[in-house]
């Protein structure tokens, strides 16, 4: 019978360090959903967390799988360069190398993802389902099919299961690890889905700088959720 080798021998390791986020600007007034929720870790990261793209932070954006149920982050990235719908480019949305391997990770090499954004910094606001044929993880080039809109720098890149729509924030703390000890995506609970209170917007995970996004980012919480209240705001 195979032992079940774990920790190695005992003694004093080097020390890891792991950094508690803080949403909430005062715990007054916050609203978590009763009972909590499931996590799918196989649509599941954070790939702007380097080196740990499988703990989940506080303050990420989850929405609810339609299929399934369970939870997954409802942006994965934001493109890196401005979308023109009549350029030259137009069969090329740019993204991050790190978004780009989230994407073939979450949905493949080719399908359908979603983006959210507006044709000029502070305009109205659209969401768009975008059909790509490759993508270079490298370089964060993807090939797309013409879109009808126009999108700037940092609109968000979502996904096309349902889980696009946020519903609340992954509460204070130190993240949720959706990998199992041989690096195995595994469901896991979401006990502190965040649905209400007085947030520190900064620390929302893909937080925009544009004010249109900003906007929409509080209309989906507000729409879903109790009470929400933004330090930016005030």
Known sequence: MAENFVGG????????????RKILASGDGAIFFAGGRVIDGSKSRDPLNTGDVDVLRA????????ASGKYAPSVIGALSQAYDKDGSSNTTMVVSAATATEIVRRIGTSGTFKVTG???SGGTVATEAITYSSVNTSTGAITVSVASN????????????GSETPLGLIGDGYGIK???ADGSSID????NL??????DASQIINYPSDSS?????????RANGYAWCFDDDL
């Not at 021998?9 to 950094?19: C, K, S, T």
């Not at 126009?150 to 299961?161: N, T």
Request: glycine residues 10%.
């Open 9 to 20: 021998m005992p003694g004093i390791r080097a020390e890891r360090a792991a950094a508690p």
């Open 213 to 221: 996004l900003k906007a929409r980012v509080k209309s989906w919480l």
């Open 59 to 66: 303050g990420m954006l989850m929405g609810k799988i339609t």
């Open 194 to 199: 965040l649905i209400g209170g007085v947030a």
């Open 118 to 120: 507006p044709p000029t």
């Open 178 to 180: 959706v990998t199992d």
């Open 150 to 161: 126009d999108f700037i720098a940092g609109s968000f890149v979502q996904p096309a299961d």
């Open 188 to 191: 896991v609970p979401l006990p």
